[in-house]
């Protein structure tokens, strides 16, 4: 079946490092993408999305590449920071199917002083 | 503060128990959903309601009973429930209607302990 999966289960990063999660979607009709992070005790909470018709898009400190080719995902932090320590998890969507969104596992990320 | 209020945050209940979850958005949107998140799994889709009406079932068990009064407000009622039953629990909204998808936003969840 068609799936999202996340290629480490755990990365863990120096401070003030950059650091890059990636993620493998195999539906190539996904045309919506989406980053959430979970912290501790909340709920996700979205970071960033991009849609099929882009390959990059950047937000405060986080930049999405998406490669379709290979059906890529990555979402990469600048200067890694204490607070970024969470699970992340990324989420596809085909947009003429509605609001399913497909979730990864997540990776968590720990973020060394 | 997400926009999406969840309440209780934690519930211990039997199995015989009935008990009822409450999500509340103050974000305007017209779309809310339940999940649940089991460790280790990732996050299954359980209802959707779409402007009040449930547009989405995903094979979930007769015990669980989505409510959703207006756009503002979902409920889940939960009646004998099964120990596999324990787990997170997260409400989501987000605006539909127009021909691009947009992000769900999520509450932090009611964290459910079957005994």
């Known amino acids: 079946g068609e799936s999202v999966g996340l290629h480490l289960p755990t990365l863990s990063v120096q401070e003030g490092d950059n650091s890059i999660i990636n993620c493998a979607y195999s539906?190539?009709?996904?045309?919506?993408f989406i980053w959430y992070k979970q912290e501790s005790g909340k709920g996700p909470q979205f970071i960033i999305d991009?849609?099929?018709?882009?390959d990059k898009r950047q937000g405060q400190r986080v930049t999405v590449l998406l490669n379709k080719t290979v059906k890529h995902l990555s979402l990469q932090i600048a200067a890694t920071q204490p607070g970024d320590s969470a699970v992340y998890f990324c989420?596809?969507?085909?947009?003429?199917?509605?609001?399913?969104?497909?979730f990864g596992p997540g990776t968590r990320l720990s973020v060394l002083p | 503060e997400t926009g999406v209020t969840q309440t209780p945050r934690h519930l211990v209940m039997g199995m015989t128990n009935k008990k009822s979850l409450k999500c509340e958005q103050h974000?305007?949107?017209?779309?809310m959903y339940w999940y649940k998140q089991s460790a280790k799994k990732p996050l299954e889709l359980m209802f959707v309601?779409?402007?009040?009406?449930?547009?989405e079932n995903n094979s979930v068990p007769s015990r669980f009973s989505p409510e959703c009064p207006n756009s503002s407000h979902l409920f889940l009622h939960l009646h004998t429930l099964q120990p596999e039953d324990s787990a997170l629990y997260l409400c989501?909204?987000?605006?539909?209607?127009?021909?691009?998808?947009?992000?769900?936003?999520f509450g932090d969840g009611t964290r459910l302990s079957i005994l």
């Open positions: 989501a909204s987000s605006q539909e209607g127009s021909t691009e998808n947009q992000p769900q936003h």
């Open positions: 539906n190539s009709a996904s045309d919506y």
């Open positions: 991009i849609r099929s018709n882009m």
């Open positions: 989420a596809e969507n085909i947009s003429n199917y509605g609001q399913n969104f497909v």
């Open positions: 974000l305007g949107h017209n779309a």
């Open positions: 309601y779409n402007f009040k009406e449930q547009t």
